[in-house]
Protein backbone atom coordinates (compact mmCIF):
# COMPACT_ATOMS: atom_id res chain seq x y z
CA UNK A 1 0.00 0.00 0.00
CA UNK A 2 3.16 2.38 0.80
CA UNK A 3 2.82 3.12 -3.13
CA UNK A 4 -0.86 4.30 -2.87
CA UNK A 5 -0.53 8.31 -2.54
CA UNK A 6 -3.55 9.44 -0.73
CA UNK A 7 -4.53 13.01 0.23
CA UNK A 8 -6.85 13.86 3.38
CA UNK A 9 -8.06 17.44 3.40
CA UNK A 10 -8.85 19.45 6.43
CA UNK A 11 -7.10 18.61 9.98
CA UNK A 12 -10.83 18.40 11.71
CA UNK A 13 -11.50 15.26 13.71
CA UNK A 14 -12.63 13.44 9.73
CA UNK A 15 -9.39 14.42 8.31
CA UNK A 16 -7.23 13.55 11.35
CA UNK A 17 -9.18 10.16 12.22
CA UNK A 18 -8.55 9.22 8.13
CA UNK A 19 -4.99 10.50 8.08
CA UNK A 20 -4.08 8.00 11.58
CA UNK A 21 -6.17 5.00 9.99
CA UNK A 22 -5.16 5.39 6.20
CA UNK A 23 -1.37 4.85 7.43
CA UNK A 24 -2.48 2.59 9.94
CA UNK A 25 -3.11 0.40 6.68
CA UNK A 26 -0.08 1.35 5.41
CA UNK A 27 -0.81 3.76 2.49
CA UNK A 28 1.31 6.97 1.68
CA UNK A 29 -1.57 9.46 3.32
CA UNK A 30 -0.64 12.81 3.92
CA UNK A 31 -3.27 15.71 5.36
CA UNK A 32 -3.50 19.25 3.63
CA UNK A 33 -4.70 21.74 6.53
CA UNK A 34 -4.89 25.77 5.78
CA UNK A 35 -4.65 26.71 9.18
CA UNK A 36 -1.47 26.67 11.37
CA UNK A 37 -3.12 24.08 13.75
CA UNK A 38 -5.12 20.73 14.56
CA UNK A 39 -8.83 20.54 15.75
CA UNK A 40 -10.97 21.91 12.70
CA UNK A 41 -13.70 24.11 14.39
CA UNK A 42 -13.04 23.12 17.92
CA UNK A 43 -9.17 25.60 17.72
CA UNK A 44 -10.18 28.90 18.13
CA UNK A 45 -9.70 31.18 15.13
CA UNK A 46 -9.96 34.83 15.87
CA UNK A 47 -10.28 35.06 11.55
CA UNK A 48 -13.80 36.01 10.81
CA UNK A 49 -13.84 34.39 7.78
CA UNK A 50 -13.10 30.87 9.50
CA UNK A 51 -15.78 28.71 11.54
CA UNK A 52 -14.89 28.04 15.04
CA UNK A 53 -15.88 27.04 18.47
CA UNK A 54 -15.93 29.95 20.59
CA UNK A 55 -13.46 30.16 23.68
CA UNK A 56 -16.11 29.09 26.39
CA UNK A 57 -17.76 26.76 24.41
CA UNK A 58 -18.76 23.70 26.39
CA UNK A 59 -19.06 20.06 24.32
CA UNK A 60 -22.69 19.04 23.66
CA UNK A 61 -21.33 15.18 24.43
CA UNK A 62 -20.20 13.79 27.47
CA UNK A 63 -16.60 12.76 28.07
CA UNK A 64 -17.94 8.94 28.70
CA UNK A 65 -18.72 8.45 25.25
CA UNK A 66 -15.93 10.62 23.26
CA UNK A 67 -13.14 9.38 23.09
CA UNK A 68 -11.35 7.62 20.20
CA UNK A 69 -11.18 4.44 19.65
CA UNK A 70 -7.53 3.48 20.68
CA UNK A 71 -6.96 6.63 22.79
CA UNK A 72 -8.70 7.58 25.77
CA UNK A 73 -9.72 10.98 26.76
CA UNK A 74 -7.77 12.20 29.84
CA UNK A 75 -9.28 10.89 33.05
CA UNK A 76 -9.02 14.58 34.60
CA UNK A 77 -11.55 16.32 31.91
CA UNK A 78 -15.07 17.22 33.65
CA UNK A 79 -18.22 15.69 32.84
CA UNK A 80 -18.45 18.09 29.70
CA UNK A 81 -14.99 19.75 28.59
CA UNK A 82 -14.39 22.48 26.73
CA UNK A 83 -13.65 23.14 23.10
CA UNK A 84 -9.82 23.60 23.98
CA UNK A 85 -9.85 20.61 26.13
CA UNK A 86 -11.13 18.92 23.03
CA UNK A 87 -8.51 20.92 20.60
CA UNK A 88 -5.59 19.25 23.31
CA UNK A 89 -7.12 16.35 23.26
CA UNK A 90 -7.36 15.91 19.12
CA UNK A 91 -3.69 17.70 19.11
CA UNK A 92 -2.23 14.70 21.63
CA UNK A 93 -3.54 12.21 19.31
CA UNK A 94 -1.85 13.56 16.85
CA UNK A 95 1.31 13.97 18.47
CA UNK A 96 0.55 10.44 20.49
CA UNK A 97 0.98 8.67 16.73
CA UNK A 98 3.59 10.83 14.79
CA UNK A 99 1.18 12.16 12.72
CA UNK A 100 2.59 16.03 12.26
CA UNK A 101 5.65 14.71 10.09
CA UNK A 102 2.53 13.87 7.80
CA UNK A 103 1.01 17.65 8.02
CA UNK A 104 1.16 20.77 5.50
CA UNK A 105 -0.46 23.03 7.27
CA UNK A 106 -0.97 26.59 5.50
CA UNK A 107 -2.18 24.74 2.44
CA UNK A 108 -5.50 25.63 0.96
CA UNK A 109 -7.21 23.26 -1.40
CA UNK A 110 -8.83 25.17 -4.09
CA UNK A 111 -10.24 22.19 -6.20
CA UNK A 112 -9.85 18.52 -7.09
CA UNK A 113 -10.39 17.57 -10.49
CA UNK A 114 -9.04 14.22 -12.58
CA UNK A 115 -6.47 14.55 -14.55
CA UNK A 116 -6.00 14.39 -18.65
CA UNK A 117 -5.47 10.35 -18.46
CA UNK A 118 -8.21 9.70 -15.64
CA UNK A 119 -5.67 8.18 -14.22
CA UNK A 120 -5.20 10.38 -10.68
CA UNK A 121 -6.57 13.45 -8.84
CA UNK A 122 -5.10 16.71 -9.28
CA UNK A 123 -5.32 18.59 -6.23
CA UNK A 124 -5.16 22.33 -6.92
CA UNK A 125 -3.63 23.86 -3.43
CA UNK A 126 -2.36 27.56 -2.47
CA UNK A 127 0.47 27.70 0.08
CA UNK A 128 2.85 30.02 1.49
CA UNK A 129 4.88 29.20 -1.07
CA UNK A 130 2.27 29.93 -3.88
CA UNK A 131 -0.29 28.00 -6.28
CA UNK A 132 0.91 24.01 -7.11
CA UNK A 133 -1.30 21.14 -8.94
CA UNK A 134 -0.34 17.69 -6.12
CA UNK A 135 -0.98 14.70 -7.94
CA UNK A 136 -2.34 11.60 -5.71
CA UNK A 137 -4.23 8.59 -6.21
CA UNK A 138 -6.81 9.03 -4.11
CA UNK A 139 -8.80 12.16 -2.08
CA UNK A 140 -10.22 11.64 1.37
CA UNK A 141 -12.42 15.53 1.89
CA UNK A 142 -12.88 15.54 5.66
CA UNK A 143 -12.87 19.41 5.31
CA UNK A 144 -15.96 20.04 7.43
CA UNK A 145 -19.75 20.87 6.94
CA UNK A 146 -19.60 24.20 8.46
CA UNK A 147 -17.61 26.56 6.07
CA UNK A 148 -19.86 28.15 3.50
CA UNK A 149 -22.08 30.53 5.57
CA UNK A 150 -26.32 30.42 4.72
CA UNK A 151 -28.04 33.57 4.82
CA UNK A 152 -31.97 34.12 4.84
CA UNK A 153 -33.18 36.41 1.64
CA UNK A 154 -32.73 40.28 2.32
CA UNK A 155 -34.67 42.40 -0.10
CA UNK A 156 -34.13 45.90 1.64
CA UNK A 157 -30.42 44.77 3.38
CA UNK A 158 -28.79 48.25 2.33
CA UNK A 159 -32.09 50.07 4.37
CA UNK A 160 -30.24 48.99 7.46
CA UNK A 161 -27.04 50.92 8.51
CA UNK A 162 -26.12 48.60 12.00
CA UNK A 163 -24.58 45.60 11.65
CA UNK A 164 -24.67 42.52 10.07
CA UNK A 165 -23.16 39.20 10.39
CA UNK A 166 -22.95 35.52 10.51
CA UNK A 167 -21.85 33.81 13.31
CA UNK A 168 -18.91 32.73 11.46
CA UNK A 169 -17.76 36.23 11.98
CA UNK A 170 -18.85 35.90 15.63
CA UNK A 171 -15.87 35.84 18.01
CA UNK A 172 -16.54 37.63 21.39
CA UNK A 173 -18.81 40.20 22.90
CA UNK A 174 -17.13 42.99 23.30
CA UNK A 175 -18.04 44.65 19.96
CA UNK A 176 -21.48 44.80 21.08
CA UNK A 177 -21.32 46.22 24.28
CA UNK A 178 -24.28 48.08 25.15
CA UNK A 179 -25.84 47.88 21.60
CA UNK A 180 -29.52 46.16 20.97
CA UNK A 181 -28.95 43.39 19.36
CA UNK A 182 -30.94 40.40 17.06
CA UNK A 183 -30.09 36.81 17.18
CA UNK A 184 -31.48 35.07 14.03
CA UNK A 185 -31.75 31.33 14.97
CA UNK A 186 -33.01 28.60 17.59
CA UNK A 187 -29.95 26.08 16.91
CA UNK A 188 -26.96 25.20 19.30
CA UNK A 189 -24.71 28.39 17.95
CA UNK A 190 -27.81 30.79 18.24
CA UNK A 191 -28.47 29.92 22.12
CA UNK A 192 -24.75 29.76 22.34
CA UNK A 193 -24.16 33.62 20.91
CA UNK A 194 -26.67 35.11 22.62
CA UNK A 195 -25.78 33.74 26.44
CA UNK A 196 -22.40 34.76 25.41
CA UNK A 197 -23.93 38.26 24.79
CA UNK A 198 -26.60 38.05 27.53
CA UNK A 199 -24.47 39.90 30.13
CA UNK A 200 -22.65 43.06 27.36
CA UNK A 201 -25.86 44.02 25.31
CA UNK A 202 -28.64 46.56 25.90
CA UNK A 203 -31.37 44.74 24.49
CA UNK A 204 -31.04 41.11 22.95
CA UNK A 205 -33.43 39.77 21.27
CA UNK A 206 -33.96 36.36 19.54
CA UNK A 207 -35.56 35.90 16.40
CA UNK A 208 -37.02 32.50 15.36
CA UNK A 209 -40.23 31.07 13.15
CA UNK A 210 -40.89 28.31 14.94
CA UNK A 211 -40.26 26.01 18.40
CA UNK A 212 -37.22 23.83 19.00
CA UNK A 213 -36.40 20.30 21.16
CA UNK A 214 -34.21 22.10 23.52
CA UNK A 215 -32.68 19.36 26.06
CA UNK A 216 -29.85 19.52 29.08
CA UNK A 217 -26.94 17.34 28.73
CA UNK A 218 -27.99 16.03 32.38
CA UNK A 219 -30.79 14.60 33.78
CA UNK A 220 -32.43 15.54 36.79
CA UNK A 221 -30.16 13.67 39.13
CA UNK A 222 -27.31 14.98 37.72
CA UNK A 223 -25.98 12.52 35.56
CA UNK A 224 -24.99 13.07 32.09
CA UNK A 225 -27.94 11.80 29.61
CA UNK A 226 -25.98 10.34 26.70
CA UNK A 227 -24.48 7.80 29.44
CA UNK A 228 -28.22 6.26 29.60
CA UNK A 229 -27.58 4.56 26.31
CA UNK A 230 -25.60 1.39 25.71
CA UNK A 231 -24.61 -0.07 22.65
CA UNK A 232 -27.35 -3.08 22.37
CA UNK A 233 -30.10 -0.24 23.69
CA UNK A 234 -29.46 2.13 20.52
CA UNK A 235 -29.13 -0.85 18.33
CA UNK A 236 -32.71 -2.04 19.47
CA UNK A 237 -33.92 2.03 18.90
CA UNK A 238 -32.08 1.77 15.59
CA UNK A 239 -33.78 -1.54 14.91
CA UNK A 240 -37.82 -0.46 15.57
CA UNK A 241 -36.72 3.48 13.57
CA UNK A 242 -36.07 1.57 10.41
CA UNK A 243 -38.79 -0.88 11.18
CA UNK A 244 -41.76 0.91 12.37
CA UNK A 245 -41.00 4.71 12.00
CA UNK A 246 -43.97 6.22 12.58
CA UNK A 247 -44.53 4.61 15.89
CA UNK A 248 -41.04 5.63 17.36
CA UNK A 249 -40.93 8.58 15.84
CA UNK A 250 -44.22 9.85 18.34
CA UNK A 251 -42.38 7.68 20.95
CA UNK A 252 -39.52 9.75 20.86
CA UNK A 253 -40.94 13.28 20.31
CA UNK A 254 -43.08 12.40 23.88
CA UNK A 255 -39.87 11.08 25.62
CA UNK A 256 -37.62 14.02 24.91
CA UNK A 257 -40.67 16.70 25.29
CA UNK A 258 -41.25 15.81 28.75
CA UNK A 259 -37.39 15.97 29.11
CA UNK A 260 -37.50 18.87 27.88
CA UNK A 261 -40.48 20.13 29.99
CA UNK A 262 -38.76 18.83 33.56
CA UNK A 263 -35.53 20.40 32.52
CA UNK A 264 -37.22 23.25 31.84
CA UNK A 265 -38.85 23.10 35.68
CA UNK A 266 -35.39 22.96 37.14
CA UNK A 267 -35.06 25.94 36.89
CA UNK A 268 -38.52 27.42 37.89
CA UNK A 269 -38.42 30.19 40.45
CA UNK A 270 -38.92 28.07 44.10
CA UNK A 271 -42.78 28.52 45.46
CA UNK A 272 -42.78 26.56 48.38
CA UNK A 273 -46.30 25.52 48.09
CA UNK A 274 -45.64 24.19 44.56
CA UNK A 275 -45.70 20.97 43.93
CA UNK A 276 -43.75 18.90 40.73
CA UNK A 277 -46.63 18.69 39.01
CA UNK A 278 -47.49 22.32 39.29
CA UNK A 279 -43.94 23.23 38.29
CA UNK A 280 -44.43 20.69 35.26
CA UNK A 281 -47.63 22.34 34.38
CA UNK A 282 -46.22 26.15 34.47
CA UNK A 283 -42.98 25.41 32.31
CA UNK A 284 -44.98 23.44 29.94
CA UNK A 285 -47.26 26.35 29.43
CA UNK A 286 -44.58 29.38 29.23
CA UNK A 287 -42.42 26.76 26.84
CA UNK A 288 -45.64 26.47 24.79
CA UNK A 289 -47.44 30.16 25.12
CA UNK A 290 -44.66 32.42 26.37
CA UNK A 291 -41.43 31.07 24.39
CA UNK A 292 -42.79 29.01 21.42
CA UNK A 293 -40.11 26.50 21.69
CA UNK A 294 -42.91 23.96 21.97
CA UNK A 295 -44.50 22.30 20.04
CA UNK A 296 -41.03 21.46 17.60
CA UNK A 297 -39.80 20.03 14.38
CA UNK A 298 -39.81 15.94 14.68
CA UNK A 299 -36.52 14.69 16.30
CA UNK A 300 -36.78 12.41 13.20
CA UNK A 301 -35.59 15.40 10.97
CA UNK A 302 -33.21 17.10 13.01
CA UNK A 303 -31.11 17.49 16.21
CA UNK A 304 -32.14 19.17 19.20
CA UNK A 305 -30.66 21.96 20.65
CA UNK A 306 -28.40 21.39 24.09
CA UNK A 307 -28.07 24.13 26.53
CA UNK A 308 -29.16 24.39 30.36
CA UNK A 309 -28.84 28.00 30.64
CA UNK A 310 -30.82 29.14 27.56
CA UNK A 311 -34.13 28.59 29.12
CA UNK A 312 -33.20 30.39 32.18
CA UNK A 313 -31.93 33.45 30.04
CA UNK A 314 -35.32 33.87 28.57
CA UNK A 315 -37.30 33.33 31.94
CA UNK A 316 -34.83 36.02 33.72
CA UNK A 317 -36.07 38.24 30.54
CA UNK A 318 -32.13 38.37 29.55
CA UNK A 319 -33.18 37.36 26.20
CA UNK A 320 -36.47 38.31 24.81
CA UNK A 321 -38.19 36.08 22.46
CA UNK A 322 -39.55 37.34 19.09
CA UNK A 323 -40.80 36.04 15.84
CA UNK A 324 -38.91 35.20 12.89
CA UNK A 325 -36.91 37.71 10.74
CA UNK A 326 -38.44 38.72 7.30
CA UNK A 327 -36.34 41.86 6.42
CA UNK A 328 -34.88 45.48 7.27
CA UNK A 329 -37.15 48.08 6.39
CA UNK A 330 -34.97 51.00 7.98
CA UNK A 331 -31.95 52.42 9.39
CA UNK A 332 -32.18 50.39 12.39
CA UNK A 333 -35.48 48.82 12.29
CA UNK A 334 -35.96 44.76 11.67
CA UNK A 335 -39.41 43.52 10.11
CA UNK A 336 -40.80 40.22 12.31
CA UNK A 337 -43.22 37.66 10.45
CA UNK A 338 -45.57 39.00 12.85
CA UNK A 339 -45.98 42.31 11.04
CA UNK A 340 -44.02 43.84 14.09
CA UNK A 341 -40.83 45.61 14.05
CA UNK A 342 -37.60 45.54 16.49
CA UNK A 343 -35.16 48.67 16.91
CA UNK A 344 -31.34 46.83 16.64
CA UNK A 345 -28.02 48.01 16.08
CA UNK A 346 -26.59 44.89 15.22
CA UNK A 347 -28.42 41.35 13.18
CA UNK A 348 -25.82 38.13 13.81
CA UNK A 349 -27.60 35.47 11.42
CA UNK A 350 -26.93 32.00 13.05
CA UNK A 351 -28.85 30.52 9.86
CA UNK A 352 -26.87 27.59 9.61
CA UNK A 353 -23.99 26.46 6.84
CA UNK A 354 -23.64 24.47 3.43
CA UNK A 355 -21.25 22.10 2.74
CA UNK A 356 -18.64 23.06 -0.10
CA UNK A 357 -18.37 20.28 -2.31
CA UNK A 358 -17.71 22.70 -5.32
CA UNK A 359 -13.98 21.38 -4.19
CA UNK A 360 -14.57 18.58 -6.30
CA UNK A 361 -16.43 20.08 -9.34
CA UNK A 362 -17.28 16.57 -10.88
CA UNK A 363 -19.19 15.53 -8.38
CA UNK A 364 -22.69 14.14 -9.07
CA UNK A 365 -25.63 15.88 -7.25
CA UNK A 366 -28.95 14.88 -7.23
CA UNK A 367 -30.66 12.51 -9.71
CA UNK A 368 -33.42 11.25 -7.88
CA UNK A 369 -36.58 12.39 -6.30
CA UNK A 370 -37.69 14.41 -9.46
CA UNK A 371 -34.22 16.07 -9.42
CA UNK A 372 -32.35 15.46 -12.51
CA UNK A 373 -28.34 15.16 -12.20
CA UNK A 374 -26.09 17.90 -12.34
CA UNK A 375 -22.64 17.96 -11.23
CA UNK A 376 -21.60 20.15 -8.07
CA UNK A 377 -19.71 22.58 -10.45
CA UNK A 378 -23.04 24.08 -11.85
CA UNK A 379 -24.61 23.58 -9.01
CA UNK A 380 -22.09 25.87 -6.81
CA UNK A 381 -22.38 29.02 -9.51
CA UNK A 382 -26.21 28.56 -9.09
CA UNK A 383 -26.00 29.27 -5.27
CA UNK A 384 -23.56 31.82 -5.33
CA UNK A 385 -25.88 33.36 -8.00
CA UNK A 386 -28.70 32.83 -5.68
CA UNK A 387 -26.73 33.88 -2.31
CA UNK A 388 -26.29 37.23 -4.57
CA UNK A 389 -30.09 37.55 -5.00
CA UNK A 390 -30.94 37.45 -1.30
CA UNK A 391 -30.28 40.93 -1.25
CA UNK A 392 -32.33 43.04 -3.09
CA UNK A 393 -35.15 40.37 -3.07
CA UNK A 394 -38.46 39.46 -1.74
CA UNK A 395 -38.36 36.32 0.42
CA UNK A 396 -39.20 33.36 -1.23
CA UNK A 397 -40.10 29.71 -0.64
CA UNK A 398 -37.74 27.39 0.30
CA UNK A 399 -36.36 25.28 -2.84
CA UNK A 400 -35.51 21.90 -2.77
CA UNK A 401 -31.55 21.46 -1.20
CA UNK A 402 -29.44 19.73 -3.54
CA UNK A 403 -27.80 16.20 -2.46
CA UNK A 404 -24.48 14.78 -3.43
CA UNK A 405 -25.15 11.45 -5.24
CA UNK A 406 -22.77 9.57 -1.78
CA UNK A 407 -22.85 5.52 -1.46
CA UNK A 408 -23.51 5.32 2.22
CA UNK A 409 -22.97 9.03 2.87
CA UNK A 410 -19.69 8.73 1.99
CA UNK A 411 -18.58 7.58 -1.59
CA UNK A 412 -18.97 9.13 -5.05
CA UNK A 413 -20.35 5.64 -7.11
CA UNK A 414 -18.43 6.51 -9.95
CA UNK A 415 -14.76 7.21 -7.88
CA UNK A 416 -16.05 5.51 -4.84
CA UNK A 417 -12.20 3.82 -5.06
CA UNK A 418 -10.48 6.89 -4.99
CA UNK A 419 -12.59 10.08 -3.12
CA UNK A 420 -14.18 9.40 0.25
CA UNK A 421 -16.13 12.31 1.85
CA UNK A 422 -16.41 12.58 5.54
CA UNK A 423 -18.05 15.78 6.04
CA UNK A 424 -21.77 15.13 5.38
CA UNK A 425 -23.05 12.47 7.18
CA UNK A 426 -25.12 14.23 10.73
CA UNK A 427 -25.31 11.02 12.39
CA UNK A 428 -27.21 10.65 15.77
CA UNK A 429 -23.66 9.67 18.22
CA UNK A 430 -20.69 11.68 19.16
CA UNK A 431 -19.76 13.07 15.25
CA UNK A 432 -16.02 12.74 15.69
CA UNK A 433 -16.24 8.95 17.03
CA UNK A 434 -18.36 8.77 14.38
CA UNK A 435 -15.85 9.89 11.88
CA UNK A 436 -13.08 7.40 13.11
CA UNK A 437 -15.01 4.62 12.33
CA UNK A 438 -16.39 6.02 9.00
CA UNK A 439 -12.45 6.78 8.34
CA UNK A 440 -11.66 3.02 9.65
CA UNK A 441 -13.85 1.72 6.93
CA UNK A 442 -12.50 3.83 4.37
CA UNK A 443 -9.14 2.43 4.94
CA UNK A 444 -10.39 -1.71 4.69
CA UNK A 445 -12.54 -0.82 1.72
CA UNK A 446 -9.42 0.87 -0.65
CA UNK A 447 -7.40 -1.72 0.59
CA UNK A 448 -9.70 -4.37 0.03
CA UNK A 449 -10.20 -2.99 -3.49
CA UNK A 450 -6.36 -2.70 -3.88
CA UNK A 451 -5.96 -6.27 -2.90
CA UNK A 452 -9.00 -6.97 -5.60
CA UNK A 453 -7.57 -5.80 -8.53
CA UNK A 454 -4.23 -7.16 -7.81
CA UNK A 455 -5.96 -10.80 -7.55
CA UNK A 456 -4.57 -11.31 -4.37
CA UNK A 457 -5.11 -14.95 -3.01
CA UNK A 458 -5.11 -13.53 0.68
CA UNK A 459 -8.57 -12.41 -0.26
CA UNK A 460 -9.25 -15.40 -0.14
CA UNK A 461 -7.47 -16.76 2.79
CA UNK A 462 -9.01 -18.50 5.69
CA UNK A 463 -9.21 -15.18 7.86
CA UNK A 464 -11.93 -14.46 10.25
CA UNK A 465 -13.28 -11.18 8.39
CA UNK A 466 -14.63 -10.91 4.85
CA UNK A 467 -12.74 -8.68 2.68
CA UNK A 468 -14.88 -5.27 2.97
CA UNK A 469 -15.03 -4.66 -1.21
CA UNK A 470 -17.02 -2.13 -2.88
CA UNK A 471 -20.58 -3.25 -4.70
CA UNK A 472 -21.38 -2.26 -8.29
CA UNK A 473 -21.40 0.93 -9.37
CA UNK A 474 -25.24 0.43 -10.26
CA UNK A 475 -25.80 -1.41 -6.69
CA UNK A 476 -24.31 2.00 -4.96
CA UNK A 477 -26.43 4.46 -7.28
CA UNK A 478 -29.19 2.16 -6.39
CA UNK A 479 -28.55 2.67 -2.65
CA UNK A 480 -28.45 6.98 -3.08
CA UNK A 481 -31.76 6.84 -5.04
CA UNK A 482 -33.13 4.98 -2.22
CA UNK A 483 -31.66 7.86 0.29
CA UNK A 484 -32.38 10.59 -1.96
CA UNK A 485 -36.29 9.42 -1.91
CA UNK A 486 -36.75 9.05 1.91
CA UNK A 487 -34.80 11.51 2.35
CA UNK A 488 -36.98 14.11 0.07
CA UNK A 489 -39.84 12.68 1.35
CA UNK A 490 -39.08 13.61 5.09
CA UNK A 491 -38.07 17.09 3.56
CA UNK A 492 -41.56 17.55 1.84
CA UNK A 493 -42.93 16.83 5.58
CA UNK A 494 -40.95 18.92 7.46
CA UNK A 495 -38.04 21.54 5.82
CA UNK A 496 -35.72 21.88 8.45
CA UNK A 497 -34.63 18.00 7.95
CA UNK A 498 -31.30 17.97 7.76
CA UNK A 499 -29.13 16.86 4.88
CA UNK A 500 -27.26 14.47 5.41
CA UNK A 501 -29.66 12.86 8.00
CA UNK A 502 -28.26 9.28 8.77
CA UNK A 503 -31.05 6.10 8.21
CA UNK A 504 -29.05 4.71 11.41
CA UNK A 505 -30.04 1.12 10.82
CA UNK A 506 -28.50 0.44 7.59
CA UNK A 507 -25.78 3.06 8.41
CA UNK A 508 -24.02 1.77 11.35
CA UNK A 509 -23.59 -1.65 10.69
CA UNK A 510 -22.70 -1.00 7.01
CA UNK A 511 -19.74 0.88 8.48
CA UNK A 512 -18.87 -1.79 11.23
CA UNK A 513 -19.01 -4.25 8.98
CA UNK A 514 -16.58 -2.30 6.39
CA UNK A 515 -14.56 -1.77 9.31
CA UNK A 516 -14.21 -4.94 10.48
CA UNK A 517 -15.22 -4.09 14.63
CA UNK A 518 -16.85 -7.23 15.09
CA UNK A 519 -19.09 -5.37 17.46
CA UNK A 520 -22.79 -6.97 15.56
CA UNK A 521 -21.57 -10.49 15.45
CA UNK A 522 -20.58 -10.50 19.32
CA UNK A 523 -23.49 -8.33 20.57
CA UNK A 524 -26.39 -6.54 18.75
CA UNK A 525 -30.23 -5.59 20.18
CA UNK A 526 -32.22 -7.96 22.21
CA UNK A 527 -34.52 -9.10 19.33
CA UNK A 528 -31.59 -11.51 18.33
CA UNK A 529 -29.73 -14.04 20.17
CA UNK A 530 -25.74 -12.38 19.28
CA UNK A 531 -24.86 -11.48 22.93
CA UNK A 532 -25.70 -14.89 24.89
CA UNK A 533 -22.33 -16.18 23.99
CA UNK A 534 -20.38 -13.20 24.66
CA UNK A 535 -22.79 -12.96 28.34
CA UNK A 536 -21.94 -16.98 28.98
CA UNK A 537 -18.46 -16.59 28.26
CA UNK A 538 -17.40 -13.16 29.13
CA UNK A 539 -19.75 -12.03 31.54
CA UNK A 540 -17.27 -8.96 32.81
CA UNK A 541 -17.04 -7.86 29.44
CA UNK A 542 -20.79 -7.91 28.50
CA UNK A 543 -21.80 -6.12 31.19
CA UNK A 544 -19.49 -3.29 30.27
CA UNK A 545 -20.83 -3.27 26.91
CA UNK A 546 -24.06 -3.67 27.51
CA UNK A 547 -24.88 -1.86 30.72
CA UNK A 548 -22.38 0.96 30.67
CA UNK A 549 -22.16 4.04 28.04
CA UNK A 550 -21.17 3.65 24.40
CA UNK A 551 -17.82 4.71 24.00
CA UNK A 552 -15.17 3.27 20.86
CA UNK A 553 -12.97 1.27 23.05
CA UNK A 554 -15.57 -1.49 21.83
CA UNK A 555 -14.57 -1.14 18.01
CA UNK A 556 -11.29 -2.49 18.93
CA UNK A 557 -11.75 -5.11 21.16
CA UNK A 558 -12.49 -7.78 19.15
CA UNK A 559 -9.32 -9.19 16.60
CA UNK A 560 -11.41 -9.65 13.16
CA UNK A 561 -7.91 -10.37 11.24
CA UNK A 562 -5.31 -11.81 13.21
CA UNK A 563 -3.43 -12.34 9.81
CA UNK A 564 -3.74 -9.12 8.83
CA UNK A 565 -4.89 -9.35 5.36
CA UNK A 566 -5.40 -6.11 3.47
CA UNK A 567 -8.98 -5.16 3.81
CA UNK A 568 -10.34 -7.51 6.34
CA UNK A 569 -10.43 -6.03 9.19
CA UNK A 570 -9.31 -3.13 11.14
CA UNK A 571 -6.09 -3.62 13.59
CA UNK A 572 -7.01 -4.52 17.16
CA UNK A 573 -6.05 -2.55 20.00
CA UNK A 574 -4.28 -4.41 22.95
CA UNK A 575 -5.59 -2.24 25.34
CA UNK A 576 -9.06 -2.28 24.45
CA UNK A 577 -10.45 -4.24 27.18
CA UNK A 578 -8.35 -2.02 29.84
CA UNK A 579 -9.83 0.99 28.21
CA UNK A 580 -13.14 -0.45 28.47
CA UNK A 581 -13.11 -1.10 32.40
CA UNK A 582 -11.42 2.08 33.02
CA UNK A 583 -13.91 4.00 31.42
CA UNK A 584 -16.83 1.89 32.82
CA UNK A 585 -15.47 2.40 36.16
CA UNK A 586 -15.28 6.15 36.06
CA UNK A 587 -18.94 6.20 35.13
CA UNK A 588 -19.96 4.55 37.63
CA UNK A 589 -17.83 6.63 39.87
CA UNK A 590 -18.84 9.62 38.61
CA UNK A 591 -22.76 8.32 39.00
CA UNK A 592 -22.12 7.66 42.59
CA UNK A 593 -20.94 10.74 43.64
CA UNK A 594 -22.99 12.82 41.85
CA UNK A 595 -26.22 10.55 43.73
CA UNK A 596 -24.22 10.93 46.81
CA UNK A 597 -23.32 14.84 46.19
CA UNK A 598 -27.29 15.24 45.49
CA UNK A 599 -28.53 13.29 48.30
CA UNK A 600 -26.72 14.83 50.87
CA UNK A 601 -27.14 18.43 49.72
CA UNK A 602 -31.15 18.04 49.76
CA UNK A 603 -32.78 18.74 52.78
CA UNK A 604 -36.44 16.87 53.53
CA UNK A 605 -37.42 20.45 52.50
CA UNK A 606 -36.18 20.71 49.33
CA UNK A 607 -37.37 17.07 48.43
CA UNK A 608 -41.22 18.46 49.18
CA UNK A 609 -40.71 20.85 46.56
Known amino acids: MEHIKIAVIGLGPAGLTALKNLREEGFDAIALERRNQIGGLWSFSSDTTVTSALSGTVCNVSKFVSSFSDYPIPKDYPAYPTSTQIAYY???????????????????????????????????????????????????????????????????????????????????????????????????????????????????????????????????????????????????????????????????????????????????????????????????????????????????????????????ALREGDVIPVRGFEDFVGQHQVLLEDGTTVEVDAVIFCTGYDIDFSVMPEMEMDGAGGLPMRIAGDVSRANTADQAETIGKSPRRETKPHLPRLFQMIFPPRRASSAAFLSWMAPQENVWCVCELASMAVAQIWAAEIAKTAGSEQLHADGHHSPAVLPSVSEMNAQVDTYHNWWRGEWEKENSTRPGYVQAYPFYRYLHDAAGTGLYDNLDHTFTSRGWRLWWNDRELWSWLARGPMNSHSWRLFDTNPKGIPGCGRKAWPGARAAMQESFEAYKDFERQTLANREDATSPNEVNH
Open 90 to 312: FNSYASKFNLRRHIRFNTTVNRVTRNDSDSAWNVHVTSLDGEAILSFDKVVFGHGCESVPRWPPMANRDKFKGVVIHSQAYKNPEPFRDKRVLVVGIGNTACEVSLALRRHTSKLYQSYRRGRIMLSRYLDNGVPMDTQYSWPTLRLKYFLDDKIPWLMTTITDAIMTKKMISDAARSEPGVPEASRNERLKRAGRRLRNDWRLLPSPSLAHTHPAVQEDFIP
